[in-house]
C-alpha cells in the first residue's frame, strides 16, 4: 500500500561537489518539487516503458510515489538547457533506515549479514535514466556522484538491487550463469533470495557460459557495478509486480579499483571531463 504521510526526516541540506558534463549536471533533490519530478521519471520508466504495476494510487498520480522517499537523499542528473530531470538514484543511510524501519532491499532479500557490517552503509535504489539519455556520458555523470555521495558519508558498503526486465529467467541465463560462477559474494557478505520468490541462478555450468552473450544480456547498471568491484548475492528474486528480476548487488568501497576510484569516487581529481 502506497502511504502518503510526508516523514519530517528529510532535510534537503546535503549538497554535493559541483559535478558537470556538457549540458548535464548531478545535484541532489533541494526541494519536495525535486523529488516529485524523480518520482515522475521513475513512473515513466518503471512503469509506462518497463512494466511494472501500479497501485491505485500511483496510477491515478503517475507518480511513483512511496514514504521510503522521505528518509532518503535523492540523487538528480539535470538536462540544464530544457530544466529537465533526466536521471535519479535513491540512497538511504543507516540512520535513515534505522528511523524508517528497515531497507527496502530487505523486502526481497535477506541482509543480515550487510546490516551487520561495521561502519557506514548504504543501500542504493530506484536508479532509472531517462532513454532519450542512456548515454555513456550520462552515466558516468550519476556513477560520479554516486561516488561523491559515498565520500561525502564516508560510507564503507553498498548494495541494493539489481534488475532484469521481465521474470522470463531463461531469457537471462547466460548473464545470471556468470554473475553465480564469478561474481557471488564471500559467505559473510552474501545476501540471499528469501525463500518465496527465490530464483537459482546456476543454471548452467561454468564451463559452458559465453562471456560475450553474458555481457550482452547484462543490464548496464550492473554492468557498472562490476566494474567497481561488485558481487552478487545468493539466488536472484523474481519480482512480478515490478516485472523484473532482481539480484542483490555488494559493493565494498576497499574493493573498488584504483581506476574507478579516481574517475567516480574522487570528482575533485578526476581530470576527465565526461
Not at 559473510?188 to 530464483?199: F, H, I, K, S, T
Amino acid at each position: 500500500m502506497t502511504n502518503l504521510v510526508t516523514a519530517p526526516f528529510r532535510r534537503f541540506s546535503k549538497t554535493l561537489p559541483h559535478l558537470t558534463a556538457g549540458q548535464l549536471e548531478v545535484r541532489l533533490a533541494r526541494s519536495e518539487e525535486d523529488v516529485k519530478a524523480a518520482q515522475l521519471l521513475r513512473y515513466e520508466v518503471f512503469y509506462e516503458e518497463c512494466g511494472a504495476q501500479p497501485d491505485e494510487t500511483i496510477a491515478l498520480l503517475k507518480q511513483d510515489i512511496t514514504d521510503i522517499d522521505n528518509f532518503c537523499d535523492i540523487l538528480l542528473v539535470i538536462d540544464r538547457n530544457h530544466s529537465k530531470i533526466v536521471g535519479t538514484y535513491r540512497f538511504m543511510l543507516r540512520n535513515a533506515a534505522h528511523h524508517y524501519g528497515g531497507y527496502y532491499t530487505a523486502n526481497e532479500f535477506d541482509i543480515s549479514k550487510l546490516v551487520a557490517f561495521p561502519g557506514q552503509i548504504m543501500e542504493l535504489g530506484r536508479s532509472c535514466v531517462h532513454k532519450d539519455y542512456r548515454t555513456k556520458p550520462t552515466m558516468q555523470l550519476l556513477w560520479r556522484g554516486v561516488g561523491a555521495y559515498i565520500r561525502m558519508n564516508e560510507v564503507n558498503l553498498c548494495f541494493g538491487c539489481g534488475s532484469f526486465m521481465g521474470t522470463d529467467v531463461f531469457l537471462y541465463k547466460q548473464a545470471l550463469s556468470y554473475l553465480y560462477h564469478y561474481h557471488l559474494a564471500p559467505s559473510e557478505l552474501r545476501a540471499r533470495a528469501l525463500r518465496d520468490r527465490y530464483q537459482e541462478m546456476n543454471l548452467i555450468p561454468k564451463n559452458q557460459i559465453n562471456p560475450k552473450e553474458a555481457m550482452r544480456q547484462m543490464p548496464a547498471l550492473i554492468k557498472g557495478y562490476l566494474r567497481v568491484g561488485g558481487f552478487i548475492g545468493e539466488g536472484a528474486f523474481v519480482d512480478h509486480q515490478f516485472n523484473s528480476i532482481d539480484v542483490c548487488i555488494i559493493v565494498k568501497r576497499e574493493m573498488v579499483t584504483e581506476r574507478y576510484s579516481q574517475r567516480y569516487t574522487d570528482p575533485f581529481t578526476s581530470k576527465e571531463d565526461v
